[in-house]
Structure formats: C-alpha cells, structure tokens
C-alpha cells in the first residue's frame, strides 16, 4: 500500500520555467491538500480539494494553480517560477475534512534558480 | 498565518529520558494534532487530541489539552534514538467548518542522544 506518493522527488528549474508536481493517493480520500515547507516557517498550506473536481485557495496560493481532475491525483503547477517558490512542496489527503489524520507525501524538493 | 508555536524550537537528551514539547495556539480549535517528521520524510501523524478531551495517550505518548491556556503539551517517555526527529503541532479552527487545512507551528527538533 504506497499511500501518497510524490513525483518527482527533486527537481531544479530556472527562474520563469513552469512546471507540474504530482501527487497520487490509492487511499480513495476526498480530500487532498498541497502544502510548502520552508526553514523556520513549518508547513503552510498552498491549496486543496474536498472531492474530485473541485479546488479551493489555503494560506499561500498566489503563483501556483492546481487540479483534481481524478479522485486520486491532484496536480499543483507553477506557470512561471520564481526564486522564492524555492521549497519542499508536500502532498496529503484525509478521509474526510482536515479534522482528520492527514497522510502525508515525502515530498518535492524544488529549487528555482 | 501560523497557529501554533512549539516551545522549545530544539531539544536534546539522552536515551531513556523523557521529552516534553510544548505547543501554543491563537484561536478555538476543534482538534489539535501531532505530527513527526523523520529528516527527508514526509509528515507522520502521531496523536489527535479534541477540543473537549484533556488528555490522550497512545504507547509512550502522551498528550494534554488546555483550552483555556490555548496550549498542548507533547511527552515521549523513555525516549529512543529512533524518536530523533522534528514534532509540529497542527489545528483545526472550529470557525469555517470546511477543509481549509491544517495550521502548523514550526516545530520542536528532538535529538535523543545514544
């Protein structure tokens, strides 16, 4: 049972490159989350879904667009990077909504130049 | 915004002690989390504690809740070099309902020290 699983693991872009992150979970979970980790700040959350074709804003969304277009992946793009989307980008899902356990990704190491 | 600031931000102690963490947040919640996170490994879901339950333990965890004081506390007992990791506290506000994510503080650094 792979759980969520992110691909791909490590990825170095130029400034004003764009890019897809994706995420896959055989969890069958409703809700899917991206969030972004960065030094001293913990995780914040960039955007999320509660069900397959939907798609909804989080705490830091501006650079970055996502899709559900099947239960199981939810995609996170970056239509032109910029330096300080130099992040760890994690995947999750939950069951239901986020007053749930959340089963997390190991995550894209992302570095823009 | 940060919800949830862990105290202290690194904490370091020998085999077979017991770590203490500490976690503080700003608004009402519905439930508070832990989570662990290995070096170079995904977020691992430790314990959920609600906001009507004062205490919770599960193995050598052991989780308390006040509501009043906006705080959590995290203790591992007998502590292991296995329990070498980074801990973050994570809420979910009771306001909004939705599935708007979880609030994470920025973490406790455990080394436990053979």
């Known amino acids: 049972n792979a759980g969520v699983t992110q691909t791909p693991k490590f990825r170095v872009l130029k400034t004003g490159q764009s890019m897809t992150l994706l995420c896959a979970q055989d969890m069958n979970h409703e809700y899917m989350y991206w969030y972004r980790q960065d030094p001293g700040m913990g995780l914040r959350l960039i955007h999320y879904s509660v069900g397959e074709g939907t798609t909804a804003k989080g ?3 501006d650079g970055y667009n996502v899709s559900r277009l099947k239960k199981q992946n939810f995609l996170l793009g970056l239509e032109s990077a910029a330096p300080s989307q130099t992040s760890v980008y994690f995947c999750a899902s939950s069951q239901h909504r986020s007053h749930q356990p959340q089963h997390f990704g190991d995550g894209t190491r992302l570095s823009i130049l | 915004s940060q919800q949830g600031e862990e105290d202290p931000q690194a ?6 002690e017991n770590a203490t963490m500490n976690c ?3 608004t009402s919640i519905n439930n508070l989390q832990w989570y662990r996170q290995n070096s170079g490994r995904g977020l691992v879901h430790l314990i959920l504690i609600r906001s009507n339950e004062r205490e919770k333990h599960s193995g050598r965890l052991r989780v308390t809740l006040d509501t009043s004081k906006k705080s959590s506390s995290l203790l591992i007992t007998a502590s292991r070099a296995a329990d ?5 506290c994570a809420t979910v506000a009771l306001s909004g309902g939705g599935a708007d994510g979880l609030t994470f503080g ?4 455990l080394i436990i020290q053979p």
């Open chain 2, 24 to 26: 503080s947040y700003k």
């Open chain 2, 84 to 88: 070498t990791a980074s801990y973050f």
């Open chain 2, 106 to 109: 920025k973490g406790t650094h």
């Open chain 2, 11 to 16: 904490l370091s102690i020998q085999e077979g």
């Open chain 1, 59 to 61: 705490e830091v969304p």
